[in-house]
């Protein structure tokens, strides 16, 4: 996932942020808007311990539990996926609404592209429904290659 102005792209980000947390009646405080900053300051997978060095450079050390929590809060405003593979995070391009996460991550420049896929969605939810299961969530992640990168070999 690429675009033309990062710096909007953060911002807009963190306009989402506000006013999902805003109607949840959440409340996105300074630490967790930085850390999501941080997540959100490269399209490729952040892990919490590059946050933590991260946002200590701009002050006062910032402890573990600290950043943790920030990203446990993340995640459930549905603000950022976790990366299982990658035990890692990135930002959720569309948090305003109910999706099933399918993040594309290129093992050569480490973009990764989310996008969501309403026929995939329904076979998961077919699957679940079959077998009784209660989904709580659900990321499917691919490795391979971009298309950019793809093409440049």
Same mark, same amino acid.
């Given at each position: 996932?690429?675009?033309? +102005?990062?710096?909007?792209?953060?911002?807009?980000?963190?306009?989402? %942020?506000?006013?999902?947390?805003?109607?949840?009646?959440?409340?996105?405080?300074?630490?967790?808007?930085?850390?999501?900053?941080?997540?959100?300051?490269?399209?490729? %997978?952040?892990?919490?311990?590059?946050?933590?060095?991260?946002?200590?450079?701009?002050?006062?050390?910032?402890?573990?539990?600290?950043?943790?929590?920030? #990203?446990?809060?993340?995640?459930?405003? *549905?603000?950022?996926?976790?990366?299982?593979?990658?035990?890692?995070?990135? *930002?959720?391009?569309?948090?305003?609404?109910?999706?099933?996460? @399918? #993040?594309? @991550?290129?093992?050569?420049?480490?973009?990764?592209?989310?996008?969501? +896929?309403?026929?995939?969605?329904?076979?998961?939810?077919?699957?679940?429904?079959?077998?009784?299961?209660?989904?709580?969530?659900?990321? @499917?992640?691919?490795? *391979?290659?971009?298309? %950019?990168?793809?093409?440049?070999?």
């Amino acid at each position: 996932m690429s675009c033309a +102005n990062h710096d909007q792209c953060i911002d807009d980000a963190l306009a989402r %942020a506000e006013a999902i947390c805003a109607r949840s009646g959440a409340r996105l405080t300074p630490i967790r808007r930085d850390v999501l900053r941080e997540v959100w300051s490269s399209h490729e %997978a952040t892990k919490a311990y590059d946050l933590i060095e991260r946002l200590s450079r701009h002050g006062d050390q910032v402890k573990p539990p600290t950043v943790y929590r920030a #990203l446990d809060f993340l995640l459930e405003q *549905g603000l950022i996926h976790r990366i299982e593979s990658l035990n890692a995070f990135v *930002g959720c391009e569309h948090p305003q609404e109910p999706h099933q996460a @399918i #993040l594309l @991550i290129c093992d050569q420049c480490g973009d990764i592209l989310e996008e969501d +896929n309403p026929a995939v969605r329904a076979a998961l939810d077919e699957l679940a429904h079959q077998t009784g299961f209660a989904a709580r969530s659900a990321v @499917i992640e691919l490795r *391979g290659l971009c298309r %950019a990168c793809r093409t440049a070999h």
